[in-house]
């Protein structure tokens, strides 16, 4: 631009593009997706106050007379006589059953089931919500007039990769129990866990005073060693626990009665394929605690069968005296609101777990596990994981 121009301005504002105008498609899909994620956010909101009030999260109310779903799972899908399979996964904690509990309560009230398979997939857990399910899986066998239940006599149990504890403990009302070959069952045993932080509190200077009434209110204390008498009380209770195992068990399968401390010699390397290895046995027993596999189990009497679970529902059928005319059917758990939520969000089948760290105090509370071993983390995760 040359000095002249700078001395006779032109008398014309200055030209500038006007900006580029956006799609209208554009802006009205924008328009609604912000809609949608202010209506989905606000519905969100209002499901975690509801739960919140109730003191629940993403779980479902088990306790309504609500129906679960039935799907298909073989036979005929026209028949009325069925075969109900009912589905045990994972830990057994108290307040995480409500789905394995509606089964039962829906199998036994329904006349046409007329054979049920449980199939159970767990580590165990607490000795009280083990119990609890095994007092409701006798019920289921034996029926109850004062419930209107039927009975149901033809319970087959067969068992997923880990059936163990307690896992093991609910099986013992079946008839029959199948295990897969890759099973791992067993583990007759409790016991109870205390964390003790005493030689890192002296190393850090922190500690915990307490001001008691009683001899032994502070045992299990993480601050302080377990005395004597303390470590007693905790063994009798345990004690006590491992010997209503042991009357489970041979109440259930009464052929093992006495052999529980019966010493057996293992000799892993003999059972199947593979090179033979001298030398190599070792001694248990089979209330040791310890977990076995599906063919050990069956060697030591601790189930009846090698099989699948369709081997478990041809078993249950043929104890039912079915016909071929019949069918077996799973039970669907319903999903919540605040389910499928997260997965309109996420666009996943299925919203990822979380954990729900006001669960925290009970986690760490001390209690007494029918749990396999190696599986405390499992125990407390699946009470963190509880709504």
């Given at each position: 631009m040359s000095q002249s121009d700078f001395n006779n301005p032109s008398p014309f504002p200055p030209y500038y593009p006007a900006p580029q105008q956006r799609s209208s498609l554009v802006g009205c899909l924008l328009a609604i997706s912000l809609v949608m994620n202010v209506l989905l956010g606000g519905f969100a909101f209002l499901a975690c106050l509801g739960a919140a009030a109730v003191g629940g999260g993403t779980s479902t109310d088990f306790s309504?007379?609500?129906?679960?779903?039935?799907?298909?799972?073989?036979?005929?899908?026209?028949?009325?006589?069925?075969?109900?399979?009912?589905?045990?996964?994972g830990v057994i904690m108290e307040g995480t059953?409500?789905?394995?509990?509606?089964?039962?309560?829906?199998?036994?009230?329904?006349?046409?089931?007329?054979?049920?398979?449980?199939?159970?997939?767990?580590?165990?857990?607490?000795?009280?919500?083990?119990?609890?399910?095994?007092?409701?899986?006798?019920?289921?066998?034996?029926?109850?007039?004062?419930?209107?239940?039927?009975?149901?006599?033809?319970?087959?149990?067969?068992?997923?990769?880990?059936?163990?504890?307690?896992?093991?403990?609910?099986?013992?009302?079946?008839?029959?129990?199948?295990?897969?070959?890759?099973?791992?069952?067993?583990?007759?045993?409790?016991?109870?866990?205390?964390?003790?932080?005493?030689?890192l509190s002296k190393q850090i200077g922190a500690g915990m005073i307490t001001i008691k009434q009683g001899e032994i209110k502070d045992s299990g204390s993480p601050f302080k060693?377990?005395?004597?008498?303390?470590?007693?009380?905790?063994?009798?209770?345990?004690?006590?626990?491992?010997?209503?195992?042991?009357?489970?068990?041979?109440?259930?399968?009464?052929?093992?009665?006495?052999?529980?401390?019966?010493?057996?010699?293992?000799?892993?390397?003999?059972a199947g394929p593979g090179p033979k290895?001298?030398?190599?046995?070792?001694?248990?027993?089979?209330?040791?605690?310890?977990?076995?596999?599906?063919?050990?189990?069956?060697?030591?009497?601790l189930i009846d069968q090698i099989g699948t679970l369709e081997d478990a529902v041809a078993e249950a059928r043929k104890l039912a005296g079915l016909s071929e005319d019949n069918k077996a059917i799973r039970y669907e758990k319903p999903k919540s609101f605040t389910d499928l939520f997260l997965e309109i969000r996420s666009g996943k089948n299925s919203p990822q777990a979380s954990f729900n760290f006001a669960n925290l105090p009970d986690a760490l509370m001390p209690r007494l596990w029918y749990l396999a071993p190696g599986s405390e983390l499992s125990g407390i995760s699946s009470i963190l994981a509880n709504p």
């Open positions: 309504t007379s609500t129906q679960l779903s039935e799907t298909h799972h073989s036979g005929s899908t026209t028949s009325k006589d069925k075969v109900a399979i009912i589905n045990l996964e059953l409500g789905f394995v509990h509606k089964q039962i309560s829906q199998a036994s009230k329904d006349k046409n089931v007329k054979a049920v398979v449980l199939r159970v997939n767990s580590p165990g857990g607490s000795i009280t919500a083990s119990d609890d399910l095994h007092r409701r899986l006798v019920e289921l066998k034996q029926g109850n007039d004062a419930k209107k239940l039927h009975a149901m006599p033809h319970l087959v149990v067969s068992m997923g990769s880990l059936a163990a504890s307690g896992g093991y403990y609910v099986a013992m009302p079946a008839s029959k129990i199948f295990a897969e070959r890759t099973t791992m069952t067993g583990s007759i045993g409790v016991y109870a866990s205390f964390p003790n932080m005493e030689g060693e377990m005395g004597a008498k303390e470590r007693q009380v905790w063994q009798d209770m345990v004690d006590q626990s491992y010997n209503l195992f042991i009357k489970i068990v041979e109440d259930g399968r009464p052929e093992l009665k006495n052999k529980f401390l019966e010493k057996i010699t293992i000799d892993p390397l003999q290895v001298e030398g190599k046995t070792y001694t248990r027993y089979r209330a040791d605690g310890g977990i076995f596999t599906g063919d050990q189990a069956l060697k030591y009497g």
